[in-house]
């Protein structure tokens, strides 16, 4: 007797769909901003009538806050997913901090919402960050320095303060992606080239094996591991997980 197929329940589609326009917004927000961005090219994008589109969403401003809310949530679970994992707490950051490079140059979807809010920040206009201090930034900041702070108990890392370190491994990620006009008028080649970004990841976590940890050499087989457990995403792309088998055999001494 043949099995009937399964059928997908009111509140399965609904969520489907829901899900699909706040897909389709935050591709049209972060390309064309809160003021460029045309809800019928949302609706389109979705596959959904635009009045479909507003009964999820009352209105253009409550769907940029939903797009926004989701991306950013979903940095904020990939990134606790990282800093709660396995692994010591030292190789746990440095994990963190190479996310943190990928997902600048992978996620170009949230590094754009977040430019836009940033510049509404910094000219004193309204703006959908106050939200997510509490749901993402602060969760996030709290993790990392726990982290940090464990390392730093256990001897692992150097001693020094944790808000400086976190400020000197994750800043040093937005200087080199902020620079890169520059750097490309100085030196005439394109930091944001795969090669370079290859190479400035490369030696990223390589500087950290070697900066804060106390026993260079330990620092060195952390730096090691993370390289060869965590590919280069391409642009658009999610951070492939660690390989745990490797772990034991890597920081083996």
Same mark, same amino acid.
């Given at each position: 007797m043949p099995v009937p197929t399964p059928t997908r329940t009111q509140a399965e589609r609904a969520d489907q769909t829901r899900a699909r326009i706040l897909n389709a917004a935050v591709g049209e927000f972060s390309e064309h901003g809160l003021s460029g961005a045309r809800t019928e090219q949302i609706a389109e994008a979705a596959g959904v009538n635009k009045a479909l589109l507003y009964y999820y969403f009352k209105g253009k401003d409550a769907l940029y806050t939903a797009a926004l809310e989701a991306v950013a949530e979903g940095v904020r679970d990939s990134s606790l997913a990282l800093l709660e994992g396995k692994g010591s707490a030292g190789e746990r950051f440095v994990r963190s901090?190479?996310?943190?490079?990928?997902?600048? !140059?992978?996620?170009?979807?949230?590094?754009? =919402? *977040?430019?836009?809010? *940033?510049?509404? =920040?910094?000219?004193?206009? $309204? !703006?959908?960050?106050?939200?997510?201090?509490?749901?993402?930034?602060?969760?996030? +900041? *709290?993790?990392?320095?726990? @982290? &940090?702070?464990?390392? *730093?108990?256990?001897?692992?890392?150097? $001693? @020094?303060?944790? +808000?400086?370190?976190?400020?000197?491994?994750?800043?040093?990620? @937005? &200087?080199?992606?902020?620079?890169?006009?520059?750097?490309? =008028?100085?030196?005439?080649?394109?930091?944001?080239?795969?090669?370079? =970004?290859?190479?400035?990841?490369?030696?990223? @976590?390589?500087?950290?094996?070697?900066?804060?940890?106390?026993?260079?050499?330990?620092?060195?087989?952390?730096?090691r591991l993370v390289l060869e457990t965590t590919p280069m995403p391409k642009e658009g792309g999610i951070r492939p997980q660690a390989v745990p088998e490797l772990r034991a055999k890597r920081l083996k001494k």
């Open positions: 901090a190479l996310e943190h490079f990928d997902r600048i !140059h992978a996620n170009w979807r949230f590094q754009s =919402l *977040m430019q836009q809010e *940033m510049v509404r =920040l910094h000219r004193g206009e $309204a !703006h959908a960050l106050s939200p997510l201090v509490e749901k993402v930034f602060k969760p996030l +900041t *709290m993790k990392v320095q726990a @982290v &940090l702070l464990e390392g *730093m108990a256990s001897g692992e890392l150097i $001693a @020094v303060d944790d +808000t400086q370190l976190r400020y000197s491994a994750l800043g040093a990620n @937005v &200087l080199y992606f902020l620079s890169a006009p520059m750097q490309r =008028l100085i030196t005439g080649t394109d930091p944001l080239e795969r090669s370079q =970004l290859e190479l400035r990841r490369k030696l990223t @976590v390589e500087y950290l094996g070697q900066a804060i940890f106390t026993d260079r050499q330990y620092g060195a087989r952390v730096a």
